[in-house]
T-cell receptor, first 116, second 109 residues
Framework: DTEVTQTPKHLVMGMTNKKSLKCEQH?????MYWYKQKAKKPPELMFV???????INESVPSRFSPECPNSSLLNLHLHALQPEDSALYLC???????????????FGSGTRLTVV | LAKTTQPISMDSYEGQEVNITCSHN???????ITWYQQFPSQGPRFIIQ???TKVTNEVASLFIPADRKSSTLSLPRVSLSDTAVYYC??????????FGKGTRLHILP
């Protein structure tokens, strides 16, 4: 299995809802990432987990709460989002330090989130 | 953080060779250069990675000069399906890697 699987593919939620995005990889990768991407913009890093520990939080608002239950799973819990949080949320994984010694990202196909 | 600069957009025609250049002046000794392709509403897809000189795979070539401060992605004989955004990335620092603006490639019939 050489894929990163994200569910759901599409999500519409109200501003008072609580929902979760799920990401799964079975490649034994040591790092997992959440990115947010707005239309016609590059992906923007949100969180990084390295060996199941949160190593980077790019000053993301607390209404986004990441969780890494085990080395294969990464969740993003959403609560009280705003319409401006509507975006494509991408999960990625990497076996080693990305861009070093030949390692790269494997991205999922994303969750298209719409906040109404 | 290692920063990259690419042209914002490029147009080409089907069957042509397309070269996209990326500037990365502060690349570090251990950094590799990696190119990704992204179609709308999909995650970026790995195309090619290299450290120096030339790397070729079944979809692209990557040319890296001796000083490694730039690189060129070469797509031979492009088709309409190569219309996408192409990102050049260099190495991670403290688990962070930042995407530049990318190059929006538009292939015309």
């Amino acid at each position: 299995d050489t894929e990163v699987t994200q569910t759901p593919k599409h999500l519409v939620m109200g501003m008072t809802n609580k929902k979760s995005l799920k990401c799964e990889q079975h490649m034994g990768h040591r790092a997992m990432y959440w990115y947010k991407q707005k239309a016609k913009k590059p992906p923007e890093l949100m969180f990084v987990y390295s060996y199941e520990k949160l190593s980077i939080n790019e000053s993301v608002p607390s209404r986004f709460s990441p969780e890494c239950p085990n080395s294969s799973l990464l969740n993003l819990h959403l609560h009280a989002l705003q319409p401006e949080d509507s975006a494509l949320y991408l999960c990625a994984s990497s076996q080693g330090l990305v861009g070093r010694d030949g390692y790269g990202y494997t991205f999922g196909s994303g969750t298209r989130l719409t906040v109404v | 953080l290692a920063k990259t600069t690419q042209p914002i957009s490029m147009d080409s025609y089907e069957g042509q060779e397309v070269n996209i250049t990326c500037s990365h002046n502060n690349i570090a000794t251990n950094d590799y250069i990696t190119w990704y392709q992204q179609f709308p509403s999909q995650g970026p897809r790995f195309i090619i990675q290299g450290y120096k000189t030339k790397v070729t795979n079944e979809v692209a070539s990557l040319f890296i000069p001796a000083d490694r401060k730039s690189s060129t992605l070469s797509l031979p004989r492009v088709s309409l399906s190569d219309t996408a955004v192409y990102y050049c990335l260099v190495g991670e620092r403290d688990d962070k890697i930042i995407f530049g603006k990318g190059t929006r490639l538009h292939i015309l019939p």
